[in-house]
């Protein structure tokens, strides 16, 4: 149900690939809630994503950038307020990606070449996203920016491997450009602690389905979905958050604050005996 939390707001929504996408349902939510949005993502993501077909659905510009580029960043930010017709209200980053888990190099193995590509794309391009966005005073006062991140951030969990360190990054990013720029220009900046989701991202981490149902059954309202992730960035997105900046929201049922779980302890004590 529309309750028109974005009337009126204007965004800009990175990462959406298909409709498995934390990005896509969020894009879907935007709109429903009353925003005009565009899209960005890699131009190999375009073409071999379903970006297009989102973009017709909810009549949402697509210009493609690599966000570790500061020159493409530039045009979306600047792209976007033309055809949106003024500042930005809100933004998603939800860009990660890491050669090394694709590659499976453990983490006590890492190459260092892949472990900046990883820092570059799922963090640093975070506060290129930010320094340009306020370089071009971009972002209206009051708004909204979020960025996608993972517990991993704050504890070790074998397989997630340089993406930790990524997320640990992203989440400073946010807590210090929050400093400057809501003392600046009255913009907050979080980011979203999310469950384990099957994205096509998060599929490719190793024991990816494992972690999911460890993590369900850890939770105690369970895992948070895509769909549920969505309603909660609009939340951050809309005017009811306006005193909320440079936090880590965590968004997964509870798992952060639970130690061990009757689900857990019962599986753990059959498989004793």
Known sequence: MANNLLL?????????????????KVAERAVEEGAKITLSNTPIAVRMGTTNELGEKLNAPIIPADATSVEDLEIVFSKSQELLGGKI?????SIGMSPNVRKNKP?????????????D???ISFHKMLQVAKQQDAIANGGSILALSYIAAQRTFCGYNDMADAKSLL??????????YGREKGVRINTISQSPTMTTAGSGVTGMTKLFDFADKMSPLGNASADECAD???????DL???????NLYHDGGY??????EDIIDIYTKNME
């Open 256 to 261: 952060s604050n639970v130690g061990i779980s």
């Open 171 to 180: 989440e400073s990013i946010a807590r210090s450009f929050g400093y400057i």
């Open 232 to 238: 909660y960035c609009i939340v951050m997105f809309s």
């Open 107 to 119: 983490y006590d193995g890492l190459d260092y070449k892949m472990l900046n590509t990883t820092l």
């Open 89 to 93: 209200d809100f933004v998603l980053h």
């Open 121 to 123: 794309i799922s963090a």
């Open 241 to 247: 958050t306006k005193k909320v900046t440079m936090q």
């Open 8 to 24: 009126g707001k204007r965004g800009i929504i990175f990462g959406a690939l298909n409709d498995k996408s934390i990005a896509w």
